[in-house]
């Protein structure tokens, strides 16, 4: 089974702090996700990135940036975190650009204050 | 850009009563993914369609994907309590998955 593993289950930093959230997954997959889950937004899709130290931005990458620098590990980072990036945070990964299934990690609840 | 958009947002039902769920893109789908999030927990998948018209079944399960390629539904026949949580649409389209809002499901036993 695919195992995608996020650093922390809950995190809570403060306003302009510089946030990192880590994940990692076990499964040599090419393509990782990371999403903001938002009640009543659905999963919103941040950054992803199909490749070692490649990265594309999603539908809000504003006040994000991400690192891929091993295949298995792609981090998202607030690089000054705000009160409006509370949220859910969930990373997955996918085997290829193929129709693959996205295996998600149990998330992270971020609160900011 | 591509939207997915997916109604109703809420459904409550009575045990034993059928359940479905809608989601209409804005564009063409090359597929569709349906996954289930039970409350706390992750969104795990489901199944995928592909084909123009393509109907698929798991025990309660129906899934259909429209002649167009630019909507799907989720019906389930005689929910119970497990088939509480939210579910997902997903649409492919040129780079990446588009979620729809969910449809999140209780149930009254």
């Known amino acids: 089974d695919v195992k995608v593993t996020q650093s922390s289950r809950y995190l809570v930093k403060r306003t302009g702090e510089k946030v990192f959230l880590e994940c990692v997954q076990d499964?040599?997959?090419?393509?990782m996700f990371w999403y903001r889950q938002d009640p009543g937004l659905g999963l919103r899709l941040i950054y992803f990135?199909?490749?070692?130290?490649?990265?594309e931005k999603g539908d809000i990458p504003e006040g994000y940036s991400v690192s891929r620098e091993k295949k298995e590990r792609f981090s998202l980072i607030l690089e000054s975190a705000s009160t409006n990036q509370t949220s859910m945070y969930l990373c997955?990964?996918?085997?290829?650009?193929?129709?693959?299934?996205?295996?998600f990690g149990d998330g992270t609840r971020l609160s900011i204050l | 850009g591509q939207q997915v958009m997916q109604i109703p947002q809420y459904q409550h039902v009575q045990e034993g009563e059928d359940f479905t769920t809608y989601c209409n893109s804005s564009t063409t789908l090359s597929n569709i993914q349906w996954y289930k999030q039970r409350p706390g927990g992750h969104p795990v998948f489901l199944i995928q369609?592909?084909?123009?018209?393509e109907v698929k079944k798991q025990k309660r399960l129906t899934f259909q994907f429209g002649e167009a390629k630019k909507n799907s539904s989720l019906h389930i026949t005689a929910t119970q309590t497990t088939d509480v949580g939210t579910y997902f649409c997903a649409g492919q389209g040129a780079q990446k998955l588009v979620f729809g809002q969910g449809t999140r499901l209780t149930i009254n036993p």
């Open positions: 990135s199909y490749d070692v130290k490649m990265k």
């Open positions: 369609l592909v084909k123009s018209g």
């Open positions: 997955a990964s996918q085997r290829d650009r193929g129709y693959q299934p996205q295996h």
């Open positions: 499964m040599d997959h090419e393509n």
